[in-house]
């Protein structure tokens, strides 16, 4: 069970809008923690996305958007493509559990 | 440009240890830390533990403690994952991935993953 938790799965249409939540507590994301998002293509490593402030490394379009409200963050896909099918996990850090901590992932299906 | 390599794949057997290694280039290895990350099949992101490459501080998760040791060269660039007493539920994609002593600092660089099988 994870400290962070994420719609196992959401799915939309080319050019579409989703958004994954992504739901802590008061000892991470409340806590003032920042959240960042990993994007994991099929069978590769996870890469970094983008963090709650909107960093995003070179090279992510700003098609991702991340955002927070209390003890919730959110990543916001706009204009859906096919290359963003992949799984998606939120990581924060938790004070009362003295580590980092990761969501159970969110699955992006793209009709 | 920044780069993270793994060692290989192991095949081990229920009760042994493994340690996985991961060379770090293209930036200062003593500025940042090395986090350790691991995925069974088909499962969520599971973080491990963390060191501090600079001073060698380590920190590890509760789920781990007593299992596993990070460590560091310092002279090699490169972190290492020790993980003993290991069993069937071990197998699993373990990753470095670069973070640093903050703790809102992102796991911002990953290496390639080193697939550890644990099978009799």
């Known amino acids: 069970q994870s400290v962070l938790t994420q719609p196992p799965s959401v799915s939309g249409a080319p050019g579409q809008r989703v958004t994954i939540s992504c739901t802590g507590s008061r000892s991470n994301i409340g806590a003032g923690y920042d959240v960042h998002w990993y994007q994991q293509l099929p069978g590769t490593a996870p890469k970094l996305l983008i963090s709650v402030n909107n960093n995003r490394p070179s090279g992510v379009p700003d098609r991702f958007s991340a955002s927070k409200s209390g003890t919730s963050a959110s990543l916001a896909i706009s204009g859906l493509q096919a290359e963003d099918e992949a799984d998606f996990y939120c990581?924060?850090?938790?004070?009362?559990?003295?580590?980092?901590?990761f969501g159970g992932g969110t699955k992006l299906t793209v009709l | 440009q920044v780069q993270l390599v793994q060692s290989g794949t192991e095949v081990k057997k229920p009760g042994a240890s493994v340690k996985v290694s991961c060379k770090a280039s293209g930036y200062t290895f003593n500025n940042y830390a090395i986090h350790w990350v691991r995925q069974a099949p088909g499962q969520r992101l599971e973080w491990m533990g963390w060191?501090?490459?600079?001073?060698?501080?380590?920190k590890y998760s509760q789920r781990f403690q007593g299992r596993v040791t990070i460590t560091r060269d310092t002279s090699a660039s490169t972190a290492y994952m020790d993980l003993s007493s290991l069993r069937s539920e071990d197998t699993a994609v373990y990753y470095c991935?670069?973070?640093?002593?903050?703790?809102?600092?992102?796991?911002?660089?990953w290496g390639q993953g080193t697939l550890v099988t644990v099978s009799s």
């Open positions: 060191i501090n490459a600079d001073v060698g501080n380590t």
């Open positions: 990581q924060s850090y938790d004070i009362s559990l003295s580590a980092w901590v």
């Open positions: 991935a670069r973070g640093a002593a903050s703790t809102n600092w992102p796991f911002d660089y």
